[in-house]
């Protein structure tokens, strides 16, 4: 497996991926299917801002991604980034989405990111479980904020600080 920086090509992939997520669970409240050209789109903003959006590539095919993105549009939140990661739902717990991480928070710490912050629908214990593999640590806890499959959905909120900032 080759965790790498996206390219364009990558587009349709990661809208299947994302797709499936968005059909069948809480894992994102979208609630449409998205196709590759929105996905290119938003590959765009998220790179054009200078965030990383990397893919794991296993065989040229794309079996999961990661992307930081600002966590709050004010100059203020400049150090804070929300991240994310997804999983081609047939190569779950194969260590794609631990690689993809490592690799993203590398990244971002050795930018001048103080904060990693990851928003997890609940109940997710899979997620759950990969972020405080990190070291995030629970932060907040949101009930009833989304809504999906007509029903409410808490929203609990996992940080990690870069550890040469920790007090």
Known sequence: MNIRVVSGED???ISKIYNYYIATSHATFELHAIDAVE???RITETTGGGYPFL???LENS???YCYGRPFR???GYRHAVEVAVYV???RQA???GYALYSELIDRLFNEDIHSLIATIALPNDSSVRLHERFGFEKAGHFREVGRKFDRWIDVGYWQLLRK???T
Do not use: H, L, Y
């Open 39 to 41: 996905m290119e789109r």
């Open 55 to 57: 893919v794991a590539d």
């Open 88 to 90: 081609d739902n047939s």
């Open 73 to 75: 549009p004010r100059p």
């Open 11 to 13: 587009a349709e992939d």
């Open 164 to 166: 040469s900032d920790r």
């Open 94 to 96: 194969q260590g794609i």
């Open 62 to 64: 794309v079996v999961g």
